[in-house]
């Protein structure tokens, strides 16, 4: 059950991954928690991944992909894992599979631009707890204050709408073209490629995961 996971920030990847984790036994696995954990266990590959985002630098494919392989190696991957973030452009894509990492599935979480502004765009938070809600589908009952505290909820840098399309953007320059690798793959016989709708409820999508995967 080796997954990898696509769509726009904010198209529910993530609650998804969280269903899928509970229910087959296998880790997510993101770039940024694998950097995170391999830089504070100090492996070599942590080290040079290190020096250069010390410098600033971006991390090459090659390393990415050889920290990638690192953690699939790992006993808690034995059953499978769930790749998020990664690849998230062609020869990051190329690496992986001259890497020799099967893929068996590629999830498509499709949800217009639009509706991923306003999902973002309306989220609340109160900094102190990280209570969140949601001024359309989960608000709260003063609106600006937060239910338990009646404290100011602010709205997070990453959830305004300039900064929302600055990532959607960046989404469909560099991971789009994902989409037609992983089609192509499908059709060649080399993966499954699943779009799903992510506009539906939480509970239909897993619903919809649950058939395809189980």
Same mark, same amino acid.
């Given at each position: ?15 998804? %991954? ?19 954990? %391999? ?117 997070? *840098? ?15 320059? *560099? ?16 993966? *499954? ?6 506009? *539906? ?14």
């Amino acid at each position: 059950m080796k997954i990898i996971l696509l769509g726009a920030p904010g198209a529910g990847k993530g609650t998804q %991954a969280q269903f899928m984790m509970n229910k087959f036994g296998i880790p997510q696995i993101s770039t940024g928690d694998m950097f995170r954990a %391999a830089i504070k266990e100090g492996t070599e590959l942590g080290k040079q991944a290190k020096a250069l985002m010390d410098e600033g630098k971006l991390v090459p494919d090659e390393l990415t992909v050889a920290l990638v392989k690192d953690r699939i190696a790992q006993p808690d991957c034995a059953k499978g894992f769930l790749l998020d973030g990664f690849p998230r452009t062609i020869p990051q894509a190329d690496a992986l599979k001259e890497a020799g990492v099967k893929i068996d599935f590629v999830l498509e979480f499709d949800v217009a631009d639009e509706v991923i502004v306003e999902r973002m765009s309306g989220r609340r938070v109160h900094q102190p707890s990280g209570r969140t809600y949601h001024i359309i589908y989960n608000p709260p009952k003063v609106e600006g204050k937060d239910d338990v505290t009646g404290e100011d909820l602010i709205i997070r *840098q990453d959830d305004k709408p300039e900064t929302v399309l600055d990532r959607l953007a960046i989404y469909h320059k *560099q991971t789009k073209p994902l989409i037609a690798y992983y089609t192509a793959e499908a059709e060649a016989g080399n993966t *499954q490629y699943h779009r799903l709708d992510g506009t *539906q409820p939480v509970e239909t999508v897993s619903a919809e995961l649950n058939k395809l995967l189980g």
